[in-house]
């Protein structure tokens, strides 16, 4: 008797037909789908978000006057780092012993609407280098309130009248049913 090799074996050994009669290798299936969503799962293994050396704010946007804390990281630790709003220094922060600097920045009284810039600088990770972490940040004094008042209301009310009418319906073809 001749002996096949492992391989085409397995491969007969796991031959399945379908509803339609056709035999169907589940192992190459399955093996196709394993690779096809390994690649899919790539890009979770790219670097970690949000990277390191960014800028991170509690607020994208926020009226003049009002406070918000951003925070940036990869400075040289227990170093001093400025703080900028539209090129205007607004604070001098003290990196942590990791590096982390934070500031709590107050949006000018005067800055105009639209977009701001939010600037960290100061000596980087290597404690040689300038670094310079910069966010876009949007001042907004308020945009008007667009809309009508008491839509919430409305809304419920319809929810409401779309349940009972659908209740109705389901009594009503269960009373016909009866009678018949």
């Not at 670097?47 to 050396?53: D, G, H, M, S």
């Not at 982390?100 to 100061?122: H, K």
Request: net charge negative; with cysteine.
């Amino acid at each position: 008797m001749r002996r096949r090799p492992v391989p085409a074996l397995l491969c007969r050994i796991v031959q399945a037909p379908n509803r339609h009669g056709d035999t169907v290798k589940i192992v190459p299936t399955l093996l196709l789908t394993f690779v096809v969503s390994l690649a899919f799962a790539a890009p979770g293994l790219a670097q970690p978000y949000p990277p390191q050396q960014a800028v991170l704010c509690a607020s994208i946007a926020e009226p003049p006057g009002d406070s918000f804390e951003c925070s940036a990281g990869s400075f040289c630790p227990d170093t001093t780092v400025s703080v900028s709003f539209n090129d205007d220094t607004v604070a001098s922060v003290e990196a942590d012993d990791q590096g982390n600097a934070t500031a709590t920045i107050r949006v000018p009284s005067d800055a105009p609407d639209g977009p701001a810039t939010i600037t960290f600088e100061g000596l980087g990770a290597d404690c040689e280098t300038i670094q310079v972490l910069s966010a876009g940040f949007t001042v907004d004094s308020g945009l008007p309130r667009t809309g009508a008042e008491g839509v919430d209301r409305w809304m419920a009310l319809s929810g409401g009248l779309i349940v009972v009418g659908g209740t109705m319906v389901l009594y009503t073809r269960r009373r016909r049913t009866s009678i018949h």
